[in-house]
């Protein structure tokens, strides 16, 4: 069953300003683990508060669970949106909050969220408002996972959480996911922390999604060369490259993964390797264009 769909929506923030979301179609699956992800700016942040309701359209039509989500009784009851601006009431203290929640959320979780508060040692007695970036976003993910509501959108959950929380939250991400399939979405700007999670991945660029499916088939879009570098370079003159490393005489080169099983046989008896690449490699190539890495800055600064 399709659970999220956008069909030709445009949102621009004011009447004739540029639109942040272009004409944007796609649709999402029920119980499929989604990552959004995107250059800063792109319109992540707008996707996801479109989907769960909180902002109108300008032109188009979103539709969760066959509604329009925006004043949608039924979309808010079985949504929940997780990022940084979530507040909650100054004068409960975290224990109560997780009461409320309790009577808000039909599919609380309360075994979970009662673990997940004593893991990352919370005190019962403190106030949402005095913790830290961290820290509160710790909460509010704990809030997002034990809600297991049919549709959890995570914006950026792990702002501010150190390298240690952010590897517990994502294991708890997934180990929950897998025991109460739901429909998931994740922005991240770590797509290298996350892509071992994701089943597929929604890219957003320019107002449009570029690429939409299988997470595995964004990592089989790009390949690695490597070898020595006059070699290597003499294969890439007539494609286009995303950026290169030189060490001592060899290179990696990253590029389209174009070539015919001629051609690769043609490199490997040349010595030169095809190395799949982790979709973040893909990621950071389809959403850089042809300017190459930071090294080609260096590089040409040289030779100009
Ligand atoms: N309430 C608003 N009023 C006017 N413009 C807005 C508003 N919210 C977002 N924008 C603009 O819309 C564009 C997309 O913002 P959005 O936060 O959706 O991007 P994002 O991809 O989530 O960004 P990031 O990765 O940096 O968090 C930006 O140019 C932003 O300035």
């Not at 590029?255 to 015919?260: D, E, I, Q």
Request: aromatic share 8%.
């Amino acid at each position: 069953m399709t659970a999220i769909e956008f069909n030709n929506v445009t949102k621009s923030y004011q009447s004739g300003a540029h639109s942040v979301l272009n004409h944007m179609n796609f649709s999402i699956q029920e119980n499929v683990l989604t990552g959004v992800i995107g250059r800063n700016g792109v319109g992540k942040s707008t996707l996801m508060k479109l989907i769960a309701g909180h902002i109108k359209v300008s032109s188009g039509e979103v539709r969760v669970f066959s509604e329009n989500p925006f004043n949608s009784l039924k979309v808010s009851a079985n949504t929940i949106l997780v990022d940084d601006t979530m507040s909650f009431s100054d004068k409960l203290t975290l224990q109560q909050i997780l009461k409320e929640a309790d009577r808000f959320y039909a599919n609380w979780d309360a075994r979970l969220a009662k673990r997940l508060f004593d893991f990352f040692s919370f005190h019962p007695f403190a106030h949402h408002q005095h913790l830290s970036k961290g820290k509160k976003n710790t909460f509010n993910a704990i809030i997002g996972l034990a809600a297991h509501c049919p549709l959890t959108i995570f914006d950026e959950p792990t702002t501010g959480m150190d390298t240690v929380v952010r590897k517990d939250f994502y294991r708890a991400l997934l180990k929950d996911y897998i025991a109460h399939p739901r429909t998931i979405l994740l922005s991240s700007h770590h797509l290298e922390e996350i892509e071992d999670l994701l089943e597929d991945i929604l890219l957003v660029r320019d107002g449009t999604i570029p690429f939409h499916g299988p997470i595995t088939d964004l990592q089989d879009m790009y390949v690695k060369l490597v070898g020595k570098e006059e070699k290597v370079r003499a294969h890439v003159v007539e494609r286009s490259s995303f950026g290169s490393q030189v060490n001592g005489s060899f290179i990696e080169v990253l590029v389209k993964n174009t070539f015919t099983m001629d051609e690769q046989a043609r490199l490997n008896e040349e010595g030169i390797t095809i190395v799949p690449v982790p979709a973040n490699d893909a990621y950071v190539a389809l959403t850089s264009g042809s300017k190459g890495g930071i090294d080609d800055v260096f590089n040409s600064a040289t030779t100009d």
